[in-house]
Structure formats: structure tokens, C-alpha cells
């Protein structure tokens, strides 16, 4: 961590901090020297950037009072304290996915602060422990240097039939390996982990329920991105290596991209000030359950690309001389009214927050599951539109290259051309942006992880079907249509509680 400023504020001053930390990032079976100045890694590093650079245009959209540390903190690190704060936190999850058209990578990080500090309130509540405290501690450390902080969740899980402890491999969930006087060892992995190697701190979690016989598994802490014994394989990307070819054509969005990697952990050392959880298996499903319903919400994130996907069709749709056509302009209003159905879920999810013991506020549960549930699918058909509108260019497009060329060039430049005044190049990039969003690079962070992010849609599924009321919802039927048998049991849930309660709101 050396080269991390003191304070953090811009995002040129975020990328200094990334220089010359020395991790052990393996890409195409070859050690990456510097990820900074790698082409393939460059991109998501800018997503990140603009993060920084956003919360010092849009102060108020991306920055809020701590009262914990007294500062203007970057709103990435900010502990809710009310449900406007939530609600501000997608306003600027849309603002930076329309800005960068990617992943920025910093949600995952930000609700596991929030539902930690809720979940290490209550640990310490049950067992006299001082979680919290510590917890607290390192909040004020991440807020006051400004820093990116990871959460890393998602473990390999080897045979989903069986927990931890019944693993042939028991390094297939993260566990602790060792303990001693200054703190823990962790040995294990994490999959698919989001903006790792540009994190600066990554926070270790439980990925399942946990029983008395995975108390092993039961570690939360904290450990820098750089801490010895960690090693990160690169994820492929679709298209990814055109970001190493000469030119931006082809891209499709040459500024920024998302991140992925495989995290390697042997025996990584946790000092005891940073470890959050320690053995105290039963509040594993707690926290992964308030953490999963921050982040199911945050999926708002996916409305700001898919508004410029919808920008990218309409767009094309004009080049191509057809924006008044009436299917076209249909199928934009589709494309339109899936996006902001999404929006609409999450958004409604950070106004309906409620407060819990430590102070924290926590978005409504049913909502986050809703709107996580439309991500998995609308994303799809928004692309699936934006390819109709598209036509078949955007998958036989000829490269960059082609189009530089001195003789195939003039070709493309009469052959390519669109609606009268429209010049061609432009024709071409636009067409690159939606085969980038929709099947290239950016497809990932737009879809896939649409699909499988803050969990896959059984898990949504199934947190609805434990909050459906059924028997309340019976019992309504029944009385106003005079059925006067018993009446149907009522799950204890305070869902419909929530939804009619006007203290706390934000309204």
C-alpha cells in the first residue's frame, strides 16, 4: 500500500494510488508487471476513476456527511443513516453507469460496509465482542484516506450439494487455517471478484449459510488488495484483446470496461483489528442476507447502461434514416419502459428503508428482490431490441484496420453509408457501442452479470417466496368474498408493516 495518497481525491489521484504495489496478477499464463499501464486493464481502472472524478462535479449526487468521521466522504464509503441516503446511492449508481456504459465496480464494497456495520452491532450485542468498535476503526481509516474498498463473497464452492465442512477440498471455501497472538490466516478463493485488483482493501465474507461444524469458515476481515499470499488470475472478457490492437473502432467503448478475477488466498494474514467475524457461524446467514439485499438493490446501476444502449439504438436507427418509423420508435419505448420498470423496483426499494439496531438503514427486502429479478431478464431484451434496430452490421462490421486501409478503406466508406450527411466512421462506432454492450466486452458487466451478480435469479426466487404472505394475502379474498371459514396462518414477516409505515420515510 505504499503509494496510496494520504487523502484521495480526484480520479488521477486514485490511479497514482495503484502504482508499484507489487500484486501477483497472472494474464495469458504471464505475470502482469504493472496493471496500470496494461492495455486490457487500463479500462476498468478509468471506470473506477471516474468515481472519484464524479463525486468532485456532482458533490451532492456523489458525496455525504459522515457522522463518523465529521468529513464529506465519498459516497461509495458512506454509512446510511437514513433512507435518503439510499435513494441518493442509485441516483448515483444510474449517473455513473450512463458515464462510463460498464461496471464501476464499487457497489459490492459499499454494501458490505453497510451490512456489516449492522451485522457486527448485533454479533457484539449476543456475545460480547468487539466487532463493531473495530469495525468502526476501519471505516474512518477507508473514509479518511478515500479509499476503493472490494467485497469478495462468492468462494468456488466445489460440490454444491455440500457446505464447507464437507468438502473433499475444504480450501473451497475460505477458511481459517491458523491463529495466533496478532490475528488469523485465511487460505481459500474467491470467484469472480469484481474490481479486485483495482481495490485498495478487500473485505473477506461467508458466501452460504454456515452450520456449527463451519465455524472455520466463519471469517469476515479485512486485508489490502497487495497483502502477501494473495494471487489473481485475470478473467477473459469477450473481445477483450481488441483493447491491445492499434486504434478505438473496434472497442466500442475505449475508455472503460469492467474486471473480474479469481482470487488466490494462502494463508493471508488478518491481524485481529481487522477481523469482523470470527467463528460466530449463525450470523453468517444474516449478513449475507442484508448484504444481498443492498446489492440486489443496487442493480439500479444496470438503468444507466441501459439508457445508453437506448441512446445507441436510437442513434443508429436515425443514421440508418429510419427514426420515425413506427416499429422502431415501438421498440425504443420497450426498450424504454423495461429500463425504468428496473429503476423503478430499486428506487422504491431505498425509499421504503427502515433503521435497524446499529443505526444503519436498510432498504426493503421484497423490492431489492424484485428489482434484482428484473435484471436478470431485461437487460436481455433491451439487447435484444437494440441488436434488431441495430441490423446485421453489428456483428459483420469490418475491423478498424480495414477501414484505415488505402484500398479497402474508399470501399467501406462507399458501401457503409447510411442516412445523407451521416459520416460513416460514426456509423461504424456507434454499431461497435452496441456490439460491445451487447456482446463484447461490456456484455459481461451488462448481462451475464445481470444474471448471475448479488446471486442468480432461484436466489431472488426464493427470498420472494418467503415474503410472498400468502396467508395475508388469503385471508384479504376470503373476507371480501364473505368466506367466513378459519382463517389462513400469517407468515411473521414485517413486510407489509414496512410498506404502510410513514416513519423514517423519506417522504
Known amino acids: 500500500m505504499a503509494n496510496v495518497l494520504k487523502t484521495i481525491r480526484t480520479g488521477d489521484d486514485y490511479i497514482q494510488s495503484l502504482r508499484g504495489r507489487n500484486l501477483k496478477i497472472y494474464l495469458f499464463g504471464e505475470l502482469v508487471k504493472e496493471p496500470v499501464d496494461h492495455p486490457m486493464i487500463r479500462p476498468s481502472i478509468n471506470a473506477v476513476a471516474e468515481t472519484y472524478d464524479l463525486a468532485v462535479r456532482e458533490e451532492g449526487l456523489a458525496s455525504a456527511d ?15 443513516e437514513n433512507a435518503q441516503d439510499l435513494v441518493l446511492q ?16 464499487r457497489c459490492v464494497g459499499m454494501d458490505a460496509l453497510n451490512a456489516l456495520h449492522s451485522t457486527t452491532f448485533e454479533i457484539d450485542e449476543k456475545h460480547g465482542t468487539t466487532y463493531h468498535s473495530r469495525f468502526l476503526e476501519f471505516v474512518k481509516m477507508v473514509q479518511q484516506e478515500n479509499l476503493v474498498i472490494g467485497g469478495a463473497m462468492t468462494d468456488p464452492k466445489g460440490d454444491r450439494s455440500k457446505g464447507p465442512a464437507e468438502q473433499d477440498d475444504p480450501d473451497l471455501f475460505t477458511r481459517i487455517v491458523d491463529t495466533d497472538k496478532n490475528g488469523v490466516y485465511v487460505s481459500g ?15 473477506l465474507m461467508p458466501t452460504v ?3 456449527e461444524s463451519d465455524k472455520d469458515w466463519a471469517i469476515v476481515g479485512a486485508i ?13 472478457q469477450s473481445c477483450d484483446t481488441r483493447s491491445m490492437e492499434e486504434g478505438d473502432i473496434d472497442d466500442g467503448n475505449a475508455k472503460f470496461g469492467g474486471q473480474e478475477a479469481l482470487m488466490i488466498l494462502d494463508k493471508v494474514f488478518i491481524p485481529w483489528n481487522k477481523v469482523f467475524m470470527h467463528g460466530e457461524y449463525e450470523f453468517a446467514s444474516m449478513l449475507i442476507e442484508r448484504f444481498t439485499c443492498y446489492h440486489r438493490r443496487s442493480y439500479v446501476c444496470k438503468t444507466g447502461l441501459g439508457d445508453v444502449l437506448i441512446g445507441a439504438a436510437a442513434t443508429i436507427a ?3 434514416g429510419i427514426p420515425s418509423v413506427s416499429h422502431i420508435k415501438d421498440k425504443i419505448i420497450e426498450m424504454t419502459h423495461l429500463n425504468e420498470t428496473i429503476f423503478a423496483a430499486g428506487i422504491a426499494s431505498s425509499y421504503q428503508a427502515h433503521k435497524l439496531k446499529s443505526g444503519v438503514f436498510q432498504n426493503d427486502d421484497m423490492l431489492a428482490q424484485v428489482c434484482k429479478h428484473n435484471v436478470t431478464r431485461f437487460p436481455y431484451e433491451i439487447s435484444r431490441l437494440a441488436q434488431d434496430i441495430a441490423g446485421g452490421l453489428v456483428v459483420t462490421l469490418p475491423s478498424e484496420k480495414d477501414f484505415r486501409h488505402p484500398e479497402a478503406g474508399p470501399l467501406l466508406r462507399k458501401y457503409l453509408v447510411g442516412r445523407k450527411g451521416v459520416d460513416v466512421e460514426n456509423r461504424m462506432r456507434i454499431l461497435r457501442l452496441i456490439e460491445n454492450m451487447t456482446l463484447g466486452r461490456n456484455a459481461v458487466g451488462y448481462l451475464t452479470e445481470s444474471m ?27 373476507n371480501l368474498a364473505g368466506i367466513t371459514d378459519v382463517q389462513e396462518p400469517q407468515e411473521p414477516s414485517g413486510y407489509f408493516d414496512r410498506i404502510f409505515k410513514t416513519k423514517d420515510s423519506v417522504l
Do not use: E
Open 66 to 80: 459522515s457522522s463518523i468521521t465529521g468529513l464529506k466522504v465519498n459516497r461509495f464509503l458512506h454509512i446510511v
Open 209 to 211: 449459510r454456515l452450520t
Open 224 to 236: 489490502p488488495a497487495d497483502a502477501k499470499g494473495v494471487t489473481y488470475i485475470y478473467g477473459r
Open 189 to 203: 478463493a474467491k470467484a469472480h471478484q469484481t474490481g479486485c485488483i483495482n481495490s485498495h482493501w478487500i473485505i
Open 318 to 320: 436515425d443514421y440508418n
Open 90 to 105: 442509485n441516483k448515483m449508481q444510474r449517473r455513473l453507469g450512463q458515464n462510463t456504459g460498464t461496471c464501476f465496480q
Open 452 to 478: 448471475h451478480g448479488a446471486g442468480s435469479p432461484q436466489a431472488q426466487r426464493i427470498q420472494i417466496q418467503k415474503q410472498m404472505q400468502i396467508g395475508y394475502k388469503k385471508n384479504l379474498a376470503k
